[in-house]
């Protein structure tokens, strides 16, 4: 009996089908039976499926009618499917590098749950930053195998199926499947969740869901959105007879009439028969509602009691006048709703905070980077200013315990962000915050510039349309006060790619002081966290985005470069931050570090460093360790993105073109050569110029303690500076 059986449903997938099976017959963890579902032996999709199963004994496909719809597919591969437990995958959806190693291990921890429910990855089919939809509701469940009265708040309904692992011997128990109709997730999740007595969650994204340009077929208008209401009486019919705790009952009644007023409140889904499905869903409220059930606050809960009391009309003018409220807030960037707006402008009426800072790091991705070593150092030396950290939903988390935060778009945050006088940033803060008279606005950056920045790149037309207007760039700009600076090269770049009126600080990147005053201990504690094997050489490999990519691709194959460099090289892989997705890959030789908490942390751990245009050789030559480039399409990145110097001629080590230059310059120690050694001396000469350990010291005292500029500690001459010592004893410059 296999370990998993996953049922991959096909209907109109057929283009994209092969990349989905793939993503499963590519894991590590092979132990798995794959079920593509086809609508005919004949239908494009079978194709696919034939071939894959001529190729692989581990595939049977079977058929479904196209007229069953996605329920009639997925009971038709459960039917067929033998594994200990059963997973759902949609045809153009993926499954993520490492899932199935990930769910087995789980599994195995939390023996004999019945439902494993995981993250998910939601990804916008053109652009846009993708999300985790699920991170913040299991972030609050509890550690190990529990019952579902121990977290009423995880009904199911709220997760698609694809977003767990199902006990097979359960489902067939309480003959479970899927009903009948569109919505069917909802049922599904809510039946399944009502039968389950232990469950357990997986806190890493296993699948990736790729939104469609036409969206869910489920959000347009027609009939069939009365089905949702199907499937709302066909779970809180089962409720009633189940006999749940009150908590778990108020939990899915509250979740499944969150669905049917999303649904109600746009009647242009309906445009025949929206009266009748209010009057449906009222009757379904008032005969499932829980004894002493209150409805939530605010507009919600009018919502909530309209419903309850049928007033078709009055629902309908709510909404009139909630589409009035947003039209004429359009032009508000944010806050976006039209309370929040309203507090914000009164706040910002009353006196700033003089002991009240504001942080925010890579547009709210947590406590990191400069932002994150300022906060720091402020704790130290400046205790009476308190402190709040922005950060979005579903990061915050992972923020430190001790750490006071708001989550962005909040009321909280906009009250902080109009009365605080200090707001520490490495990107930019919304277009909508108000620079106000007697704050100080500090811009920290987070990187020495290769590529072109700012307006700089007004004439690369890939760059230009992902920044937006320029315009409003250098609106943000006028709200600077202050702008860190790690070298004088920076310092120009910075003048001409974001012109303002700000003060330039040359007092190097806060961020970057551990790596004066980390220790060899610290080297070894965080070698050993990040599961470097005692005496390996680690190679951090940290290539850039490309704005040329739709996403990340190594360039490089990474087990072949460890085999051809030698017996002793593991590699520390860490993508861009933009690729970021909260969860690991890898292999014996191959560490994926891209979702730890620091590159400082990583650069630390590391021995050597290979990246191809990415500024954290400019961070990592602190260091005085080996830098080889890999630049593999250095005239296509030059081309389309703009550089500001060509790092060919002034690389801070060697300079590979082909994985088999890359490999050979490790097998036989020219990486840690004479040459590699000059280079780098010169290097960081011009590039490590004020990073000396003391930056963040430099900084708090200057912006936050208002110190003068001559009463500020001077730059240690770099000749007198001992970074950080490595693993191994390496021949510094």
Known sequence: MPRFSIIVPSHGVAGRLSQALDSVLGQSFGDLELIPVCDAPDAPAAAVAAGYAERDSRVTPVDSPPSAGLSGARNAGMRAAAGAYVLFLDGDDLLLPGALAALDARLTETAGVDVLHVEHERTPWWEGEPTNPAAPLLARAPKGAFTPDAFPELTGVKLPAWSAAYRRTFLTEHKLVFPDSHFTDLGWGGLTTIAAGRVAVLRRVVVRHRLRRQGSRLNLPGPHQHALLDQVELVLGRVAESGLSAERTRALFEQVFAHVLKTASRPERLPAGHRAFFRRAGRLYRRHRPAGYRAPGGSLGVQHRLLATGAYTAFRALRGANQLTARAGESVPRPRMLRTRLRYARDLRRPLDPQLAVYCAYWGRGYACNPAAIHAKA???????????????????????????????????WEVLARAKYLVNNANFADGVVKRTGSVHLQTQHGTPLKKMGVDQSTYPVVAARTGSFTKLLGRVDRWDFNLSANRHSTQVW???????????????????????????????????????????????????????????????????????????????????????????????????????????????????????????????????????????????????????????????????????????????????????????????????????????????????????????????????????????????
């Open 495 to 733: 003048e001409r790619a974001f012109p303002g009126s700000y003060e330039q600080l040359e007092y190097g990147y806060p961020r970057n002081d551990v790596y004066y005053t980390a220790t060899a201990d610290d080297v070894a504690c965080l070698r050993r966290e990040l599961g470097v094997p005692e005496g390996r050489t680690a190679v951090l490999y940290a290539p850039t985005h490309r704005d040329h990519h739709t996403g990340f691709e190594t360039g490089l194959d990474l087990e072949a470069f460890c085999e051809a460099a030698g017996e002793d090289v593991v590699v520390l892989l860490r993508a861009h931050y933009f690729y970021d997705r909260g969860c690991t890959q890898g292999s014996d030789r191959i560490i994926d570090v891209t979702a730890h908490r620091s590159s400082e942390d990583v650069c630390l751990a590391a021995d050597a460093l290979v990246t191809d245009y990415s500024s954290i050789m400019f961070d990592y030559a602190n260091l005085d360790r080996p830098i080889v480039v890999y630049a593999d399409d250095w005239e296509v990145y030059q081309e389309t993105r703009g550089v500001y110097f060509d790092l060919m001629t002034e690389p801070p080590g060697p300079v590979a073109r082909t994985p088999e230059e890359l490999a050979r310059v490790f097998r036989d120690g020219t990486y840690a050569g004479p040459g590699a050694r000059a280079a780098r001396a010169a290097f960081r000469e011009r590039f490590c110029q004020f990073d000396d350990g003391r930056a963040a010291e430099r900084v708090v005292r200057r912006v936050l303690l208002g110190e003068p500029p001559e009463a500020i500690p001077p730059v240690i001459p770099l000749a007198e500076r001992i970074p950080a010592p490595a693993a191994a004893t390496l021949v510094r410059s």
């Open 379 to 413: 704790r130290e030396l400046a205790p009476h200013i308190r402190s709040v950290f922005l950060v979005e939903a579903d990061q915050a988390h992972a923020m430190p315990g001790d750490v006071d935060y708001a989550v962005i778009g909040s009321r909280r945050s």
